[in-house]
């Protein structure tokens, strides 16, 4: 019976210096704690909480709102493309007149335009030059003599006319332009022949006939057709065939007008 006294406040003394040392870690842990992660990183809300819940909804609305954004800037925007309240411009070096964006800005043509000085030249100063606001969109127009003794009455005469030329500006690709070129009618009633053809990081108008002579007035937007910058705009045939009709350059209308 002696024995089991002892023994039992032995056993006692043991167990409180377990619990003793088991708080001392604790504390150790809970200061390490503290220096590990600061008051404001230990201050979020707890899993299922109110406030967690608003900043989900909140994350979830910035998502929505960013995929929203993304989607609006491949849909062209209607009063972008509505050139009745653009701005008409005459060429006083061509002669042509074209209308623009109003907020654009205007830099006229320096000199002619000629094969030898401005054909690999996209930042040719012989351009009539129209210029986003941000400076990220260039689009430009300007005439091109014909040489003596070519006529052109159709788009097939057109097309050869196009490649020649893509090969002397050293544009790309210069073959396959039948497959991709868009007819237009320079005039709605005479038809005189156009035609739209997207290359490979720009997309260019040849516009004949009418007041033009001899000579192809020649419309470009020096973007490909998937760059961002004229996504606001459904890309750069979209802008390009608002440009064009400005100048009375219209796609084929009636049985007499199809290529």
Not at 22 to 27: E, S, T
Request: some cysteine; aromatic content about 8%; overall charge negative.
């Amino acid at each position: 019976m002696a024995a089991q006294q002892i023994e039992a406040p032995s056993r006692r003394r043991t167990t409180r210096i377990a619990v003793g040392l088991l708080l001392v870690a604790l504390a150790v842990g809970a200061v390490t704690a503290v220096r590990l992660f600061p008051a404001e990183a230990t201050q979020r809300p707890v899993a299922g909480s109110a406030a967690e819940t608003r900043s989900l909804i909140e994350f979830r609305a910035d998502e929505r709102a960013s995929l929203t954004q993304a989607a609006d800037a491949k849909t062209p925007t209607t009063s972008l493309l509505d050139p009745s309240n653009w701005v008409a411009y005459t060429s006083g070096r061509y002669g042509f007149s074209i209308g623009h964006p109003l907020d654009w800005t205007v830099r006229p043509a320096a000199r002619n335009w000629t094969f030898e000085r401005d054909a690999e030249n996209s930042l040719s100063p012989a351009q009539e030059v129209f210029m986003a606001p941000n400076q990220d969109i260039r689009v430009s127009a300007w005439s091109v003599a014909l040489d003596s003794g070519t006529t052109i009455e159709g788009w097939k005469d057109l097309e050869p006319w196009i490649e020649a030329y893509c090969r002397k500006s050293n544009n790309t690709p210069c073959t396959g332009i039948h497959d991709r070129a868009v007819p237009l009618c320079n005039e709605r009633r005479d038809c005189h022949p156009a035609l739209l053809v997207p290359f490979r990081d720009d997309v260019q108008a040849f516009i004949t006939g009418g007041n033009y002579g001899d000579e192809v007035v020649v419309a470009a937007v020096w973007w490909g057709e998937s760059q961002p910058a004229v996504a606001p705009y459904g890309g750069s045939r979209r802008l390009l065939e608002a440009f064009l009709s400005t100048m009375g350059v219209w796609p084929p209308t009636g049985p007499d007008n199809h290529p």
